[in-house]
Structure formats: C-alpha cells, structure tokens
C-alpha cells in the first residue's frame, strides 16, 4: 500500500502547469464539518430508529466551485444519506445567491452514507415515536454549515485548472441476487457492476494538486446498521487521501449509480456481512491506491478544457403502473396481503379519506452541468441502478457524461426496463410513497431525455 512520503513524493512528480488554453478556469473549495452536534437518529436503516451513541469518524461537506468567463458552476459533495428534497431546492437556491450563479449551475451530491443522521422527517417508514423533531434541527443546522463554506469557497476563488481521468475500482460489487425466483439482496459477483473510477483533480496555476476527488458507484453500508456515526467509505477515502497527501489537497467524493452495488468487502458467501469500524481505514487506502494509479499512470489525466458553462434542471414525469387505484383495491389489500407491508393500504385510504389522489406519476430532477461541449455533469435525484446509468451515459455519446445519482434529494430507486421485469425490492418505492405501483417500464428512456442537450 502506498506510503504517506511515497504518495506525497507521487503527487508532487504529477503535478503539471496549467495551460494557457485554461487560464480563464478559477475555482473554490471549502470544506463544512457536518457532523451532527446533539443527539440525532439516523438514516438508512428502517428497523432503526433511534439515536446515534457516539461519532466514529466526522462526517463532512465540500463544496467546490467552477468558475469560466464569468459563470460558475457550483457542486456540493456531503456524507449524508440524502438531501431532503424540499431543503435541496432552498438549498440550492440560496447558495447559487451566495456564489453569484443561476440555482440550475448548483448541484448537490449525497454520498449516501448509512452511518449518518437523517435529515428527512416525513416518510410512512418512520416510526411514530421517531423523534422526527432532530431531523428538522439537524437540517436547519446543516443548513448554516453549507451557507458558510459556499460563502468561503467563492471567496476564495484561484486560477487553475481541472483534470479528469477514469481507472478501475474493486470496491463494488452487484447485489441483485436471482435466488429461487426472486430477486434478493445478497453479493452477485457474476452480476454487472461499474467497476469505473473516475478522478477529478483541481490544480494551482503553478500545477500543485490542490483538491482530489472520486466518483465511486456503491452504497455506502460497509458498516451496516450499528449505531456510530461514520462517512463509511466516503470517509475512508477522504482520511486516507488528507493523510497521505497533506492538508493542502482537499479530498472529496461524488457518488454515482450505486443504487445496486454494496461494498464487495461486505460480502461473505451468499449474504453480506458487517464491517467493524476499525475495517473502513483499508477499504480508504484500497480506493486511494487505485485513484493514485489513474493519477499517476502515462495520459491518466486529461485536462478538461473549459468551454461555456451552463447548466439545467429539467423535471422528468415517470408513470406509475395502476395497480392499486380505488378504495375497494386498498382494502382488499388490507385484508389478504402481507401484514409486514400493511402501512402501505393504511395510509392510502387515510388519503382517500382526506379527498386526496393516489399519485401515479412521479416528478424526477434531472441536473445537467455542461463543462464543455463534450463533457457533462448529469445529477439524477434518485438511487439510480446500473443499468438505466449506462443508458444514459450511452444515449449522449459520444459525448461524454460523468452520472450521479443522489442528486438534489431523493425520490426513490431508479430501475432501467430490465430490472422492472426482474422485481425485487428496488422496484417497491411505490409502497413508501403511496403510489399506484411500481414504475412502468421505460423509466430509463423518460431520463435520458431530459438530460439537457
């Protein structure tokens, strides 16, 4: 495993002077420790509803701007299960206030850690002694500590350049798993999985490595349902890259479509297991040691040459099967189905009740951050799978696309037409949301096209 001197001598050997092709390019970055300061519960886990016992590791918020011929394109990178989604919208256009930019050139990015606080209060999911008051406090608090480094960050703005390159991982591992006719969560090594690492480096105008990041695809649950706080390997990632490489390099990480990968080292046999703490440390040197070879290896990185910023936000409309429509469906449903999933016809004829509609379509954000004319940022608000990723990746070659998901909040898991058919538990959203069914198929084609041209 590299070495703290062997990586900072490393870094240092790739350092390379910006060029004047870039010299308009400036950027800010500032860091918020967003660990939680007073008692939370947290997020991630339904069976576990109450308060954290004590902090494992900080969690922490990065927000990184972009700046070219005057428009800036702002990111947020957070260790938290996810944005709430109506907080992400203020969010967001209070920072693009503070950064001097339009709310569609900001963008904010859970890395979907289950070792965090939960920031959202509603949800038919939530126990009704859940103390939902924390969620509300933790997200006004988190509120101030995102304000005030955006407000760092664009005060802080420096001539440099963006580099970009894309190696392998060993982190991930697929865990849609066909056993006995259904589809469960257990480790699928056979299974498809986007080994794909991507780097993004900022550096000074004299070519120091000033910030470094990854866009990893993998649920964040090495450590399971335990109740410390922790980034998990987010976090890992981030303490083996500021220990190896010194406080002037600003680690951070961008989390893709990970809505079907977990941590391969979880996996034991036919089921996964859970980490202890004390395990996350190598599993960060692991996914430092294969960031450091795509920075390292001959033509690893490429200069992304800034062209006109721009960016969109386009609210997809999804369809939901009809399944469960009328009051005599809900029930029936109550009566004849599976007492485990009774919430869900309870709170749908609570609704009736109330001359409220059961929804069957969904509004889904869609992000699109153009860096130039042939790469973009696209933010998906939602637990994107593999396989509707790839079809959005592949839908705007080839030109080239770096995917999120956990975009902007969360709406629910995002399967592609395949992984409808297959079932399983990502395509049960429906029930949390009380909508008339799953997706209908073609949920992946509705995305790619609201992808911003």
């Known amino acids: 495993m590299t070495s703290k001197t062997t990586a900072r001598r490393t870094a240092a050997a790739a350092a390379a002077p910006a060029t004047a092709s870039a010299a308009n390019l400036r950027f800010g970055i500032a860091r918020a420790d967003i660990t939680p300061p007073f008692p939370t519960t ?11 016992d004590r902090v494992n590791d900080p969690l922490a918020a990065e ?21 709430e989604d109506q907080q992400a919208a203020d969010l967001r256009r209070q920072i693009a206030e503070i950064t001097r930019t339009p709310a569609e050139c900001v963008l904010l990015n859970a890395s979907h850690t289950h070792g965090g606080p939960e920031p959202r209060d509603q949800g038919v999911y939530f126990n009704p002694s859940r103390d939902t008051g924390a969620s509300i406090r933790y997200r006004e608090w988190l509120q101030k500590q995102l304000l005030a480094a955006a407000e760092k960050a664009a005060q802080n703005l420096e001539p440099g350049s963006l580099w970009h390159g894309c190696g392998k991982t060993a982190v991930p591992m697929n865990r849609r798993l066909e056993r006995n006719g259904d589809i469960v969560n257990a480790p699928n090594p056979a299974g498809p999985v986007d080994n794909r690492l991507h780097v993004l480096a900022l550096r000074s105008q004299d070519g120091r490595l000033r910030a470094l990041g990854v866009r990893l695809s993998c649920h964040p649950v090495a450590t399971g349902a335990q109740h410390l706080i922790t980034a998990d390997i987010p976090g890992a990632f981030k303490k083996a890259c500021a220990d190896a490489l010194g406080a002037d390099v600003t680690p951070f990480f961008l989390q893709g479509a990970g809505g079907d990968m977990r ?21 960060g040197r692991q996914l430092l040691h294969e960031t450091l070879a795509v920075l390292l290896q001959p033509q ?16 997809a409309e999804a369809p939901c099967e009809r399944l469960y429509t009328a009051r005599k469906d809900f029930v029936k449903l109550l009566q ?42 696209v933010g998906i608000q939602g637990e994107v799978l593999i396989g509707l990723g ?35 538990y990502e395509q049960m959203g429906y029930l949390y949301h009380i909508w008339t069914g799953p997706y209908k198929p073609g949920l992946e084609k509705i995305i790619a096209r609201a992808v911003y041209p």
């Not at 690893?300 to 609210?315: H, K, S």
């Not at 070659?397 to 399983?424: F, M, T």
Request: aromatic share 10%.
């Open 42 to 52: 947290m997020g991630g886990y339904g069976a576990r509803q109450d308060y954290f």
């Open 263 to 283: 941590p391969a080292t979880a996996s034991a046999g036919d089921r996964w297991r859970q980490l202890d703490h004390a395990e996350l440390p190598a599993v």
């Open 63 to 83: 927000v990184l701007i972009l700046e070219n011929a005057g428009t800036r394109l702002v990111i947020v990178a957070a260790d938290l299960i996810a944005f």
């Open 390 to 424: 790839d079809y959005v990746e592949k839908t705007l070659l080839p030109k080239k696309a770096l995917l999120l998901g956990y975009c902007n909040g969360c709406i629910s898991y995002l399967p592609d037409s395949h992984e409808v058919k297959r079932g399983g």
């Open 336 to 377: 004849d189905g599976p007492p485990h999933y009774a919430f869900y016809p309870t709170h749908a004829l609570a609704r009736l009740d109330a001359g409220l509609a059961i929804p069957d379509r969904v509004k889904i954000g869609v992000q699109t951050l153009w860096l130039n004319d042939d790469l973009a940022i």
């Open 300 to 315: 690893g990185l490429e200069q992304v040459i800034p062209g006109a910023f721009r960016g969109a936000y386009v609210e």
